[in-house]
């Protein structure tokens, strides 16, 4: 007889708890139990969650007496060990929670948590004759067999706070309350009809013709109708769905279910993808001389680096040099991960590599439902997935950072485009990690190879591109021999004393607009600042209305006529008078994309215009419908923030304008410069794609500014040498790696003893490391009151243990009672 053994998991929770939990495998279960797999687990006192299976073995907890798992939820894991490992490595670099990475990286449809349902105890005694009005109510609708969830349980005894209610229910051993957990997933589906067997052959069809002639006529155009769409006699009979069949015939449906129930047509269901899927076309990909080149010098880097940057101006053909990538890797048996910085970007890639690939390309990003992100998960995991005679397999996934979290089995190229993006790295909530960097890790684990392309690059990548650390290929010449944009400056400080100004618009500006419109070109502006109008301000006493949970002003936004902030959503009635001093003297000041837009018409009233910004965008195909109708010329201006700005390919756009440069220029950060370089310069990139050489106008107080005079030199170079001297002798990154520790409190006054106390600590154990604690320059956001202190360590092997330090140092620090309610965030590599 073969033993019987106890066996325990260690279950992970997507909780922001430290490690596992062991919990005990019930007996039935030991056979089936495998790491990965989704398990039910009780956690706390009224709470189930599905955790992730990490080990199964056979070692008690040393402490506690192990609690049961309730059941398994897969027959097979659903993540895989490589996975695991990549979690971990998150959670470690970036001082987090791996529970925290575990709810970042599963789909929404795959986290499931325990809801409270009220259920009818079958050993309940007693009379309805003893029961109130309220609790009779409760316990008839509990008899149908239903559980139901507290919000219905309060609808159905129309008592709004239902739990004393239910708890003197309990008490009577009348309900019991259970925690359930529902899974979301349901694969799409979609119903089909088809002969039934016994009218396959055409002499029966004639008999039921002529039966359905005169007794029901109706009956008989369905099925026509299905004759006619199913061809069942020719070649290959087609399949025909049911909506397209009794969609065109009035009162189709019904005879579609008599025609079921006389056993002539019958109906059957089949798996359907939740994407639209197109075939690939068959094209080659030629290079240019200059593409040549790099492809050459990115084979010769991957001989000897697992990381290349392809450092390549701004419409060199780069996308050429992934295509020809992927199909390599692809051929090899290898799997493709694309990754950009928006989801905006996606629209016009995707549009582009699924030329090439086809169904062999899926997509992963956040504006999907959860239906559609599993799906993506399943595929990925399991190989491909079968729909009717058709096996659709990814080999290719394009999304932002959250693609790279998915269950790839063979990975082997990861692609990073415009890798200077800010947007890699994600600020709220944890894990706060930088998608470029864990991308260069999760290669490692796959012996992946990782291309970085940009026509920017990040100063961190490039200085290991400098040092030999990473490989370097470059494209110094446009593509097809199209001209750099030729970029002028317009000094607003002159043309505003001197009254030229068009409302936002310089003259050379204007008139550039002017003569491209004239041209039929199209013109796309810039401007980083969305809304209507950036504050409100009255002109007697200067007052603003700010938010009342953040330390910020609140933003005009005229579309909803709403004062609104852009931190935590508040919004408030534009005032008629100022609430300091009575004036009705209350002028809008500044501008944001909205204006922009609005006062466009009054200049140009024949074109067409249209705004990108997020607010614009918040749809799931928003992008996807400005871009197409700015790529079919039916907008004539784009107005936009910095989306406009990456990697899009527009062929006739004649004349690009940068509204304001020194909002960029004189943010407070020691990335600032480098910043505003990599957008202006991005941005000046949309201009001039086609044979035309395009014009850019950068309008500025301060046209003399050093980043300036490099954007218009198209000089890289010379921004790096500037910008890399002064991280140097302040030490900053690539010369360090900075953690910023954020101190979080609503009360001010415990917040300034706490940073204060956790500095002090900090300074003592990092002497000469540590700057601040300082308040950021919004100190308040969502009622909590925030200090920074900035940690610079060292780039050396000890890296990982002093911030292994620095992390129980803190924990150690939030241990003692007066610190507890201080919430401390870490953020390893701030951007």
């Not at 495998?25 to 009780?42: C, H, T, Y």
């Not at 939740?274 to 990909?285: G, P, T």
């Not at 400098?466 to 593509?479: C, D, M, S, W, Y």
Request: one cysteine or more; a positive charge; hydrophobic letters at 35%.
């Amino acid at each position: 007889m073969e033993e019987r053994r106890t066996l325990f998991a260690d279950i992970l929770l997507p909780l922001p708890l430290e490690g596992c939990f062991t919990y005990r495998v019930p007996l039935k279960l030991n056979d089936s139990i495998r790491p990965g797999q989704r398990a039910v687990v009780p956690f706390g006192r009224h709470k189930v969650y599905a955790g992730l299976v990490k080990d199964v073995h056979t070692n008690p907890p040393a402490s506690i007496q192990a609690r049961y798992i309730h059941d398994l939820l897969d027959e097979d894991p659903v993540v895989t060990e490589k996975q695991f490992r990549f979690w971990e490595w998150i959670a470690g670099y970036y001082l987090c929670k791996e529970g925290e990475v575990m709810n970042a990286a599963l789909p929404p449809a795959m986290k499931l948590a325990g809801e409270t349902r009220i259920a009818l105890n079958p050993d309940a005694t007693g009379t309805l004759e003893t029961l109130n009005e309220k609790e009779t109510a409760l316990l008839e609708t509990l008899q149908s067999g239903r559980h139901l969830t507290l919000k219905e349980a309060a609808a159905s005894t129309s008592v709004p706070k239902v739990l004393p209610l239910i708890k003197t229910m309990m008490e009577k051993g009348l309900v019991l309350v259970k925690e359930e957990l529902e899974n979301p997933w349901r694969p799409r589906r979609e119903n089909y009809i088809r002969l039934a067997p016994d009218c396959r052959e055409e002499d029966k069809l004639r008999e039921v013709f002529a039966q359905l002639e005169h007794k029901a006529p109706r009956q008989l155009e369905v099925l026509m109708h299905y004759i006619r769409l199913a061809e069942p006699y020719g070649s290959k009979t087609k399949e025909v769905r049911q909506q397209e069949l009794t969609g065109p015939v009035k009162g189709g449906y019904a005879a579609l279910q008599s025609l079921i129930e006389k056993r002539i047509l019958e109906k059957y269901s089949q798996r359907l993808s939740y994407f639209d899927h197109i075939r690939a076309e068959e094209k080659d990909v030629v290079f240019n001389a200059h593409q040549e080149k790099a492809w050459d010098e990115i084979k010769k880097s991957q001989e000897t680096h697992d990381v290349t940057l392809l450092h390549g101006v701004t419409s060199s053909g780069k996308t050429e040099l992934y295509i020809r990538l992927i199909r390599d890797t692809i051929n090899q048996g290898k799997q493709v991960l694309y990754l950009l910085p928006e989801i905006a970007l996606t629209a016009q890639i995707i549009t582009r590599l699924q030329q090439h690939f086809g169904d062999r390309a899926g997509i992963y990003h956040s504006r999907f439902n959860p239906m559609e992100r599993t799906e993506v998960w399943n595929n990925l995991l399991q190989g491909g997935i079968t729909y009717g005679e058709k096996t659709i397999r990814y080999d290719l996934v394009l999304g932002p950072r959250s693609a790279m979290f998915l269950p790839f089995h063979n990975l082997g190229l990861i692609i990073i485009d415009e890798e200077h993006e800010p947007s890699f790295k994600q600020h709220d909530p944890a894990p706060r990690y930088h998608a470029r960097d864990a991308a260069i890790y999760l290669a490692s684990v796959f012996g992946a190879k990782v291309l970085l392309g940009s026509a920017t690059p990040s100063l961190e990548v490039f200085s290991n591109a400098q040092h030999g650390k990473f490989g370097h290929a470059g494209i110094k010449e446009r593509h097809g021999g199209v001209m750099m944009p030729e970029i002028l400056v317009a000094d607003i400080r002159k043309d505003t004393r001197s009254k030229a100004m068009k409302s936002h618009f310089s003259p050379l500006l204007f008139n550039s607009i002017r003569e491209a419109l004239e041209e039929k070109e199209q013109v796309i502006l810039f401007q980083n600042r969305r809304g209507f109008s950036l504050r409100v301000e009255c002109e007697v006493c200067q007052w603003v209305p700010e938010c009342h949970q953040c330390d910020v002003t609140l933003v005009y936004h005229k579309k909803i006529n709403r004062l609104k902030c852009h931190y935590c959503g508040y919004s408030a009635t534009p005032p008629g008078t100022c609430a300091s001093c009575g004036s009705t003297a209350v002028k809008m000041k500044g501008f944001g994309t909205e204006k922009v837009e609005e006062e466009l018409p009054l200049f140009f009233p024949e074109a067409s215009i249209a705004r990108m910004d997020l607010d614009t965008t918040r749809s799931k195909n928003a992008y996807r419908k400005i871009i197409e109708d700015f790529e079919e010329h039916r907008i004539d201006i784009l107005v936009g923030t910095q989306m406009v700005s990456k990697g899009l390919d527009f062929d006739n756009v004649g004349v690009v304008g940068i509204l304001n440069a020194d909002n960029m220029l004189n943010f407070p950060d020691f990335r600032a410069h480098e910043r505003a370089f990599q957008l202006m310069a991005q941005v000046s990139g949309r201009s001039g794609r086609s044979k035309k050489r395009g014009k850019v106008i950068i309008q500025t107080y301060n046209p003399s500014h050093p980043v300036i005079r490099q954007v218009i030199d198209n000089d890289y170079d010379g921004m790096y040498r500037q910008q890399i001297a002064e991280r140097r002798e302040f030490h900053y990154p690539p010369f360090s790696r900075l953690v910023r520790l954020s101190v979080l409190h609503a009360d001010e006054e415990l917040l300034n003893h706490a940073a204060e106390e956790l500095g002090q600590r900090l300074k003592g154990r990092f002497p000469g490391k540590i700057l601040g604690p300082e308040y950021p320059v919004i100190a308040r956001i969502r009622n909590h009151y925030i200090k920074n202190i900035l940690v610079k360590l060292d780039r050396s092997p000890s890296l990982r243990e002093e911030k292994q330090q620095l992390r129980q140092l803190v924990r150690d620090f939030q241990s003692e009672h007066r610190w507890k309610p201080v919430r401390v965030i870490f953020n390893v590599d701030p951007v």
